[in-house]
């Protein structure tokens, strides 16, 4: 289901979200930006991190609670974006503990199926719902506001997250009842990586060959191949920007997710496992903690074109 609005109008949805008492666990990178847009619309959210340092310039502008127990308790709609399977698990214990009836928890992580159905298992016979809602979408794309969402289980869950929603994104799928939300970001995730492996190496040969940087750019970012992704890291590329909007260590964390989940599935993943290998190879050269577009030095070095520093 693709949904692009609320059924119900637009003013009356926007009355009832800002009267649902809402917790946000999780301010990074993505996080960020969303909470901001929220604050914008008038929505006060009770905002949670690990890192005091995450929440601090949201004081004065949203409440902060001093402990995860504490952001959960009395909520209506807890929303997450959290790093990794210890931090889902802990908030999913912490919502099952201290989570009213009736609460809705909405992950908004990218975590493997198999950590999600065990975050789900800690909820049964906690009258709260559970829906799973990772975002595909850069850090620019939450500043504007045009994220996608991928949402998968109780589809009533689903209608009551539409309004906040709305907020930050401007694609909405309902794609199943249980885990098919994790399958699907961890699958778009994998061609999102291997996309940047395979622009690196074509990017090296042109180079070798004697082609302008720009202009190979600018004719990759108009040809059959283009895509929004893109278009938006051909810009960057040309000014050899490789500041993170995604670390190339998130994106192995990722790939290796999808391998694992489909490896669970019995399907092969050979391209997966190529693109992996050359991630590895970045990080292990200093990459790590750059954008994982940096893979077009790592093919520059191996073509000879210039020294990966």
């Known amino acids: 289901m693709n949904e692009n609005s609320p059924d119900s109008p637009k003013g009356s949805s926007e009355d009832s979200l800002r009267d649902s008492r809402i917790a946000w666990i999780g301010v990074g990178n993505l996080a960020t930006p969303i909470v901001t847009r929220l604050i914008a619309a008038g929505i006060r959210p009770l905002l949670y991190d690990i890192r005091a340092d995450a929440t601090a310039p949201f004081a004065g502008k949203a409440s902060l609670a001093a402990s995860l127990d504490e952001a959960v308790a009395g909520a209506d709609l807890i929303f997450s974006t959290i790093p990794s399977h210890d931090a889902l698990h802990a908030v999913a214990s912490a919502v ?13 992580s990218t975590v493997s199926p198999q950590a999600s159905e065990d975050a789900a298992a800690l909820l049964e016979g906690k009258d709260i719902a559970y829906l799973r809602a ?63 492996a395979m622009l690196a190496e074509s990017l090296a040969m042109g180079s070798k060959a004697g082609l302008d940087w720009s202009t190979m750019l600018d004719v990759v970012s108009a040809s059959a191949i283009a895509s929004p992704l893109l278009k938006y890291k051909a810009e960057l590329l040309k000014k050899r920007d490789f500041t993170p909007a995604f670390t190339t260590d998130l994106m192995i964390k990722d790939m290796v997710l999808f391998e694992e989940a489909a490896r669970a599935l019995g399907c092969p993943t050979p391209l997966a496992g190529e693109t992996l290998v050359l991630l590895k190879d ?28």
């Open 134 to 196: 990772p975002v595909s979408g850069s850090v620019g794309q939450a500043e504007q506001g045009v994220l996608t969402v991928i949402a998968s289980g109780p589809e009533d869950a689903y209608h009551r997250c539409l309004p906040t929603f709305e907020h930050f994104s401007t694609q909405r799928f309902h794609v199943g009842e249980g885990e098919e939300a994790r399958y699907m970001k961890l699958l778009i995730n994998n061609m999102v990586g291997s996309l940047a």
């Open 282 to 309: 970045y990080a292990a050269a200093g990459g790590g903690d750059e954008d994982y577009y940096g893979l077009v030095k790592l093919f520059e070095e191996r073509a000879g074109v210039c020294v990966l520093n």
């Open 96 to 108: 099952a503990a201290s989570g009213k009836p009736g609460a809705l928890w909405c992950d908004m």
